[in-house]
T-cell receptor
């Protein structure tokens, strides 16, 4: 089954404790992105990757890091989490770059930073 | 400043009737618009899209209308079914955004279809 898998689905942690949210897709997609969803704001892009070893900032990259060492994986790293990073996070992928490429989303990771 | 806005946070409709969801945008460089549907505890799933060269696209019960001069699009669901109860996000993309595989989302509209 074609899917984007995120782990963990839920995490409660404390300020400053490094954490990683993993994302894996099995569709051989080139493009992967991370979004965060906050009430009333919709989803905002954090980082994206056009292919292996190619990553760039989205609209809200502060406090986050990513890596793309393999095509299928695109982990999101919070080196020193803060309460304002409490949010619902989605990883997405699409086959190619392009406006008309629908993105496939994972089921989300809800992070609470105390 | 939000470039894509959904001004109605919620909508309640009777089963069998039409649901109309609205979306406004400000960036005239957007050239592709998509609607996503989201159930609780799941990620958004692609529903329907429209290119800026068209003013209407239909897929079964779902039709999207685009009015470029007004920078407005709408999603019509006819007839509405209880399974359509979800949050609907309008999203937009353009040449620059597509380079980064980025969608700009509205805040979402929660639809409740009553049996």
């Amino acid at each position: 089954e074609a899917q984007v898998t995120q782990n963990p689905r839920y995490l409660i942690t404390v300020t400053g404790k490094k954490l990683t949210v993993t994302c894996s897709q099995n569709m051989n997609h080139e493009y992967m992105s991370w979004y965060r969803q906050d009430p009333g704001l919709g989803l905002r892009q954090i980082y994206y990757s056009m292919n292996v070893e190619v990553t760039d900032k989205g609209d809200v990259p502060e406090g986050y890091k990513v890596s793309r060492k393999e095509k299928r994986n695109f982990p999101l790293i919070l080196e020193s989490p803060s309460p304002n990073q409490t949010s619902l996070y989605f990883c997405a992928s699409s086959l190619y770059r392009g406006s008309n490429q629908p993105q496939h989303f994972g089921d989300g990771t809800r992070l609470s930073i105390l | 400043d939000q470039q894509v806005k959904q001004n109605s946070p919620s909508l309640s409709v009777q089963e069998g009737r039409i649901s109309i969801l609205n979306c406004d945008y400000t960036n005239s460089m957007f050239d592709y618009f998509l609607w996503y549907k989201k159930y609780p505890a799941e990620g958004p799933t692609f529903l329907i899209s429209i290119s800026s060269i068209k003013d209407k696209n239909e897929d079964g019960r779902f039709t999207v209308f685009l009015n470029k001069s007004a920078k407005h699009l709408s999603l019509h669901i006819v007839p509405s079914q209880p399974g359509d109860s979800a949050v609907y996000f309008c999203a937009a993309s353009g040449l620059v955004e597509a380079a980064g595989n980025k969608l700009t989302f509205g805040g979402g509209t929660r639809v409740l279809v009553k049996p």
